[in-house]
């Protein structure tokens, strides 16, 4: 597994950054933020926590009860103050707020000198990550084809440039993975976990990281971030490294639907290369396997014989290209899925 939780040692030895006094209590931080930051702060002091349904390497997800409604509440540890920061700064630009993007209620930041929890508060989604989703349900062509038109779309969003007084800024993921995509109940998956985030702020031609020492998850690494030949200065660099994991989780998806009329096959859930790398791979491991030997997730013979698998596996290929520049853009892929579900539900009529 990935996701493993990271020890919280007994100091903490120097503490980053205060985040920035809240505003006052009338500003709205802006149409992607959910509620004004005063308005923030009093929603965390009504939380009452139900119960912890996730651990990952940055904390734990309780679910919790706000006003009556079910809401998703991550609980940062001390040492990850930089994620915490970023994915609350994340959640909080202009215009961030889409249907495919997990949908952020409020932050909040409290304690003493030596002890800081840190909150983020989302909307809750029952039926958890696309990982733990796919491990028991198996997906007819339909429901493949409205999820992976609806990660794609969320994953275009974020990579989009609005311009006007209230644009908003590129985003780049950072660390695409099935554990960080929910299931929502319409079938549709919502982008999360932003605490690796990147903007490209246009009008400085500036590409603003975060200063975080926390790193992606090594399996969905893309060959040049393993190979450490990532351009730090070129933001599309980042989105196409985004393309490439992109690619795997669509083969994560892929898999999971069923094929071949009555007979319906379908692969077992499994993670990218992992008949070709340890269950917790060094990122030694994901270098040799992925740019010394250049190998890719098996296409099996069933997805090329049936559609969409076919034209999923094409687009997949074409994500997790070796060169970056040859890699399809969001957008690109946001239209074929669109152009083939129109073509799809005409012959269905």
Same mark, same amino acid.
């Given at each position: 597994?990935?996701?493993?939780?990271?020890?919280?040692?007994?100091?903490?030895?120097?503490?980053?950054?205060?985040?920035?006094?809240?505003?006052?209590?009338?500003?709205?931080?802006?149409?992607?933020?959910?509620?004004?930051?005063?308005?923030?702060?009093?929603?965390?002091?009504?939380?009452?926590?139900?119960?912890?349904?996730?651990?990952?390497?940055?904390?734990?997800?309780?679910?919790?009860?706000?006003?009556?409604?079910?809401?998703?509440?991550?609980?940062?540890?001390?040492?990850?103050?930089?994620?915490?920061?970023?994915?609350?700064?994340?959640?909080?630009?202009?215009?961030?707020?889409?249907?495919?993007?997990?949908?952020?209620?409020?932050?909040?930041?409290?304690?003493?000198?030596?002890?800081?929890?840190?909150?983020?508060?989302?909307?809750?989604?029952?039926?958890?990550?696309?990982?733990?989703?796919?491990?028991?349900?198996?997906?007819?062509?339909?429901?493949?084809?409205?999820?992976?038109?609806?990660?794609?779309?969320?994953?275009?969003?974020?990579?989009?440039?609005?311009?006007?007084?209230?644009?908003?800024?590129?985003?780049?993921?950072?660390?695409?993975?099935?554990?960080?995509?929910?299931?929502?109940?319409?079938?549709? *998956?919502?982008?999360?976990?932003?605490?690796?985030? $990147? &903007?490209?702020? =246009?009008? %400085?031609?500036?590409?603003?990281? /975060?200063?975080?020492?926390?790193?992606?998850?090594?399996?969905?690494?893309?060959?040049?971030?393993?190979?450490?030949?990532?351009?730090?200065?070129?933001?599309?660099?980042?989105?196409?490294?985004?393309?490439?994991?992109?690619?795997?989780?669509?083969?994560?998806?892929?898999?999971?639907?069923?094929?071949?009329?009555?007979?319906?096959?379908?692969?077992?859930?499994?993670?990218?290369?992992?008949?070709?790398?340890?269950?917790?791979?060094?990122?030694?491991?994901?270098?040799?396997?992925?740019?010394?030997?250049?190998?890719?997730?098996?296409?099996?013979?069933?997805?090329?014989?049936?559609?969409?698998?076919?034209?999923?596996?094409?687009?997949? *290929?074409?994500?997790?290209?070796?060169?970056?520049? $040859? &890699?399809?853009? =969001?957008? %690109?892929?946001?239209?074929?899925? /669109?152009?083939?579900?129109?073509?799809?539900?005409?012959?269905?009529?």
């Amino acid at each position: 597994m990935q996701c493993k939780s990271s020890q919280v040692p007994h100091q903490h030895p120097k503490r980053p950054p205060s985040p920035p006094a809240p505003l006052p209590a009338d500003a709205s931080s802006g149409s992607g933020s959910g509620l004004p930051l005063l308005v923030q702060r009093t929603v965390a002091k009504q939380i009452q926590m139900v119960e912890s349904i996730g651990k990952g390497r940055y904390g734990e997800v309780w679910l919790a009860r706000w006003r009556g409604e079910r809401v998703a509440v991550k609980v940062f540890f001390t040492t990850e103050e930089a994620s915490w920061f970023r994915e609350t700064e994340i959640y909080q630009t202009v215009l961030m707020r889409h249907e495919n993007i997990l949908g952020f209620i409020a932050a909040d930041i409290k304690g003493t000198g030596s002890w800081t929890q840190m909150l983020l508060i989302t909307d809750y989604h029952e039926n958890g990550s696309l990982h733990d989703y796919l491990q028991t349900v198996v997906l007819d062509t339909n429901s493949l084809m409205t999820m992976a038109y609806s990660i794609v779309s969320g994953l275009a969003h974020l990579h989009m440039d609005i311009f006007g007084t209230k644009g908003k800024p590129a985003i780049a993921h950072r660390d695409i993975k099935s554990k960080n995509i929910l299931v929502k109940r319409n079938g549709q *998956c919502a982008i999360a976990d932003f605490g690796l985030a $990147v &903007r490209y702020v =246009a009008e %400085r031609n500036e590409v603003d990281i /975060a200063p975080n020492t926390r790193v992606g998850t090594r399996r969905y690494m893309a060959p040049e971030v393993l190979d450490e030949k990532l351009d730090v200065t070129n933001f599309d660099a980042f989105k196409m490294a985004d393309m490439y994991s992109l690619g795997l989780v669509l083969w994560e998806m892929c898999r999971r639907c069923c094929s071949g009329g009555k007979a319906q096959l379908v692969e077992p859930y499994a993670l990218p290369y992992h008949e070709l790398v340890p269950p917790d791979p060094s990122f030694e491991d994901m270098h040799a396997c992925v740019v010394r030997a250049a190998r890719r997730p098996g296409v099996p013979a069933r997805w090329l014989a049936s559609e969409p698998l076919a034209a999923l596996a094409q687009l997949m *290929c074409e994500c997790w290209h070796n060169s970056p520049p $040859v &890699r399809l853009t =969001a957008l %690109r892929v946001k239209k074929t899925l /669109a152009k083939f579900r129109t073509e799809t539900t005409v012959k269905l009529v």
